[in-house]
């Protein structure tokens, strides 16, 4: 299984970037996909998760109405849309994948994120002021 993210990059605030992850190895007719970030000095935080087979797709609290989560389920790969960037959104994103249930406890509760079988090495986001 792998999952590599891309698209990161420098973006000045207000702007909008769209994250990819590649998927291979598993299907995302049966795992979920979530996005998580890890900024300087803090702990990873969940931000948007999607399940296909479960028809859930959720948001955190400090994502939500900027946002967006989509999968390709023909390419197997899966989306992070990103507008109205805040300096605040700068840090490492990753994709990761699980089944439904682990994911959204992961991104919703923000509890067992370590737990998630699956992660890509990330890509950086800076939103530069």
């Known amino acids: 299984v792998q999952l590599v993210e891309s698209g990161g990059g420098l973006v000045q605030v207000g702007g909008s970037l769209r994250l990819s992850c590649a998927v291979s190895g598993l299907s995302l007719d049966t795992y979920a996909i979530g996005w998580f970030r890890q900024a300087p000095g803090k702990e990873r935080e969940g931000i948007s998760c999607i399940s296909t087979r479960d028809e859930v797709t959720q948001y955190s609290k400090s994502v939500e109405g900027r946002f967006t989560i989509s999968i390709d389920n023909a390419k197997n790969m899966a989306y992070l849309e990103m507008s109205n960037l805040k300096p605040e959104d700068t840090a490492v994103y990753y994709c990761?994948?699980?089944?439904?249930?682990?994911?959204?406890?992961?991104?919703?509760?923000?509890?067992?994120?370590?737990?998630?079988?699956?992660w890509g090495k990330g890509t950086l986001v800076t939103v530069s002021s």
């Open positions: 990761a994948a699980d089944l439904p249930v682990v994911v959204v406890t992961a991104v919703m509760l923000q509890k067992k994120i370590d737990q998630l079988d699956y």
